[in-house]
């Protein structure tokens, strides 16, 4: 058992041996795919470039080029990108150089941290309050209209200060159960609404908790669609955004040194353009440089290239909910409500327009590297085609768009469509950037640091207790063989600077194990007892104590990692999984090599 | 060879009331350091911006200093950090009230940048850290809280596993390593991070280490010899593991040392807080310790109804 536990934790760790080469990495982005043909202009375009590669490979969503060194990585990701166009995204990349047989196992090299890899890491919060302010002020507005087509007179109607209510006040009593049952009918579920009867009746409608929590992580989850689409522009090679507890996204681009830049294209406002499809423009024309006077080419689409008419229908801030679902035939669809005054309009534009096609235009307004007259950065408008649906009939405040393609396009489109309206703002609240020069020092420092320290505790072990020492001296390296490759199997394991510090530690209270046992030994050996017998009872009578020791160090590990983040969670990992490898080999590596070396045999005297 | 090689059993309870003392006059000294001094807490807790810049040659902290005033930043601290090219530079959190001053406070890092590449090309930066106020206290808080839960979960399993006179000992003296770990931290004046504060809670798996170590031979010494007192009883089991105790401190220490010299900057807080626990949680775990448990008056009696269930009953009962 301890030959193949060994043998896996060896498999696993050793793809750490090989390194990384530079590489090169393009990926689709909207919709684009990368096949074989997108493959064959790459590698035509290296050929081309004179720049020699080492591999290319094609898999289900990416493009790897490996190559040589990394002048040749920044000169292909030049190359390549001007070839391919907005529609790909070309990064540079550290490729595992781990062979296939191993990689056949489903071994690859450790995950390095931000901090010894270099790059930026983002921890943005979503301003609730801000989202929930935006929810009632809606609310209000939605009631006055909404009261007043429905002829039922109020006095006003407001946020109750300081309270997630809001109160209608209405002229006479009589018309409280009416505009209940109106409200109650019209919102349905999410909303309690009680009524205040007497000298002064009012509605008071409240959100339920459900409703509110859904506002929270909608708001939450939109900003992650966003963001994530961002990124993408970004051409990192493995970003990684993600939720982190109720109101947080974390951002980590490994490799990102221009955090200036990152920061702009994460923080761009968006906003959204309801516009009419121009079905009487000749679209072949347009793409040759005749756009009629009154429309405008967007090449940028989700559906090709199309004419739409300058004129804007509605934008984005009329749009106050937008949701997916399945429609009678159960296909996606998206649902929109607008507010009344969106409402108005839509239903005016679509009246006459029934059979037309009606497209959504995303819009991005992003800082660039000019500056204007007053030393501000000028924006760049970046627009893109999200959808092109056909008008079935007139429209009002709520409509829906379907034919999105699947659920997962819908639930996007729906995303990206309550990004023009309803969006909560975002705020770093975390940055930490790590320079590559500084991720490769740690690294170094980290390294010598562990070599250092193994090597003056296998001395040290070795000069104390000499050929049990030498046993313990095998057990700890193997030890840290084990470490790394249990490291290497995890998938969300990622090893940062406190983590290598972790390392050092395990490696110096790793012998405590062989310690205990030994020093029993020797007092076995004191008390007159044969050496097997000492053996044994060395073994039997300090496993209980060693178990207890490591059980209390491992509930603190566990601890630190639950409620630690960061640099403490990684510290706690390398030290939890050190611990367990730890009692591993101490105790049943090392009684297996001392069973094998002085088990059986009449001995007189131990060299311990 | 042997560390200490040692005939008779050390009396290391009759001198617990001065160890006592002594434990005593370090945990004062800790509050009164905390009280007047204070610690001097890192970026992660207080919030703010830290640059660091490397330089190819030796910086001119004068000069940065007054790029910084230019850029309105007269009230940042500029320092060397490990070497004389590179510096740190720290600025307070900025007090945001309108929404204008936020964006600020996250471009700052940026702002820097470009002001000290034009005043020397050469400039590189190394990091950026930004932490919000908010984020600060949190991360204040759940270390409190990472500590105390720690704490209470080993009081538990002590419990448990032992008795709770022993779980009271070791506790105290897990405390009292991590008081005057923080006592030192605060009287050198040394940055305290989130680095810090993940070796201060390996501090306690560390101390604790020992002190279960000691308590399972004191266990283990009550069940076999009968007619010893508590406190001869305790002296006997301290002396047997005292070489163990030695050698592992020994080399534990030995790669602290290494973590030290070769660690680099960012690790030497983390080196620092370690290495002085384990000298402490060494000594916690021979005095503090065992003094509490003997003090609150364990003897065998306390511990021989678990007897069944532990491993000292395949033992024989009496040394030879």
Known sequence: MVVMVLVIGGLYSAPNLYGEDPAIQVSGLRGAEVNALVLDSVVAKLDEA?????????????????????????????????????????????????????????????????????????????????????????????????????????????????????????????????????????????????????????????????????????????????????????????????????????????????????????????????????????????????????????????????????????????????????????????????????????????????????????????????????????????????????????????????????????????????????????????????????????????????????????????????????VANIALAANLVLIIGVMSMIPGATLTLPGIAGIVLTVGMAVDANVLIFERIREELKDNRSPQQAIHHGYDSAFSTIADANITTFIAAIILFAIGTGPVKGFAITLAIGIATSMFTAIVGTRAIVNATWGGKRIDKLSI | MQLLSIKDTIKFMSIRRFSMAFSLILILGAFGSFFTKGLNWGLDFTGGSLIEVSFDNSANLKQIRGVMEQQGFGDATVQNFGSSRDVLIRLAPTKSKDDGQKVDAKMVGNQIMTALIAMDESATMRRIEFVGPSVGDELREQGGLAMLTALICILIYVALRFEWRFALGSVTALAHDVIITLGLFSILGIEFDLTVLAAVLAVIGYSLNDTIVVSDRIRENFRKMRDMTSEETIDLSLTQTLNRTMVTSITTALVLVALLLMGGELIKGFAIALLFGVVIGTYSSIYVASSIALSLGVSREDLMPTEVEKEGADQDPMMP
């Not at chain 1, 959204?272 to 967007?298: H, I, M, Q, T, W």
């Open chain 1, 50 to 470: 004179k720049i020699e590669y080492k591999k290319s490979e094609l898999s289900a969503d990416r493009i790897l080029v490996r190559l040589k060194n990394e002048d040749d990585q920044l000169k292909a990701k030049e190359a390549i990108g001007d070839s391919l166009g907005d529609s790909y995204v070309v990064a540079l990349n550290l490729a595992p150089a781990t062979p296939a047989w191993l990689e056949a196992f489903g071994a690859g090299p450790l995950k390095l941290g931000l901090d010894l890899r270099g790059g930026v890491h983002f921890l943005m919060e979503v301003d609730m309050g801000e989202a929930m302010n935006k929810q009632f002020e809606q609310m209000v507005q939605d009631f006055r209209s909404d009261l007043r087509e429905e002829k039922i007179r109020y006095r006003g109607i407001k946020r109750v200060a300081g309270k997630d209510t809001v109160r209608i006040q209405l002229r006479n009593e009589e018309d409280l159960s009416p505009a209940r049952r109106f409200l109650t009918n019209r919102y349905g579920q999410g909303y309690s609404i009680v009524e205040e009867s007497g000298d002064d009746p009012a509605l008071l409608v409240a959100l339920t908790e459900e409703k509110v929590r859904e506002i929270r992580s909608y708001a939450v989850d939109q900003n992650i669609t966003i963001i994530r689409n961002r990124v993408n522009e970004l051409g990192v090679a493995e970003p990684l955004v993600q939720r982190q507890g109720q109101d947080r996204i974390v951002v980590q681009l490994p490799g990102v040194q221009d955090t200036a830049r990152a920061k702009e294209i994460l923080g761009a406002t968006a906003t959204l353009e309801f516009k009419l499809v121009d079905s009487k423009g000749d679209l072949g024309a347009a793409l040759n440089g005749r756009v009629p006077p009154r429309s405008k080419l967007y090449e940028k689409s989700k559906v090709g290239p199309v004419l739409l008419e300058k004129r804007v229908i509605l934008t984005g801030d009329h749009i106050v909910d937008a949701s997916s679902s399945f429609d009678e035939y159960g296909m996606p669809q998206v649902n929109i409500s607008l507010d009344s005054k969106g409402g108005n309009k839509m239903s005016a534009m679509t009246k006459d327009n029934v059979g037309n096609q009606m497209a959504v235009v995303f819009i991005e307004y992003k800082k660039t590297d000019q500056k204007d007259k007053n030393g501000k950065f000028r924006l760049k408008k970046i627009e893109e085609v999200i959808s092109v649906a056909t008008i079935q009939s007139r429209l009002g405040r709520n409509f829906r768009i379907t034919g999105s393609g699947s659920q997962a396009e819908a639930h996007n489109l729906a995303l990206l469509l309550r990004a023009g309206a309803l969006i909560a703002p975002i705020q770093i609240v975390e940055e930490r950037t790590v320079g590559p020069s500084l991720g490769q020092e740690n690294i170094d420092a980290g390294l010598s640091a562990v070599l250092l320290g193994f090597a003056l505790v296998l001395v040290f072990m070795l000069f104390y207790y000499k050929k049990f020492g030498l």
